[in-house]
């Protein structure tokens, strides 16, 4: 098993009981862990891969995945910013994501 068939398992277990649920686009999803992954060994925590993380932990804490816009995104829109979590619409495909605008306020 690869680390980001690990991390699949772990998370789908962790947040499929809050009600988000993986991409149903598998490729996407092992895109976004493998970035996660990689955010990991480069910064020691896994920041968003689809955002730039900037290597300071408290500047990068809001894109620590799950982020902190990923609630108001699923719900709003459908799925995440990075289109790793969906909702249960998306999920069963009852429902395609719409675009989701970036949240995170610009720091430069």
Known sequence: MTDAEKLYETLKKIQEPKGYFFNP????????????IENKARFGYM????????????IDSDIF????????DVAEFGSCYCLLYVSPEVAEGK??????????VPRF
């Not at 920041?47 to 408290?58: H, M, N, T, Y």
């Not at 995945?65 to 108001?72: G, L, S, T």
Request: hydrophobic residues 30%; proline residues 10%.
């Open 25 to 36: 686009d598998k490729k996407r999803v092992f895109e976004v862990l493998e970035g996660l």
């Open 47 to 58: 920041s968003c891969p689809c955002r730039l993380a900037l290597g300071d932990r408290e």
């Open 65 to 72: 995945c799950p982020c902190k816009y990923r609630a108001d």
């Open 95 to 104: 429902k395609a994501p719409d675009f989701v605008p970036e949240r995170r």
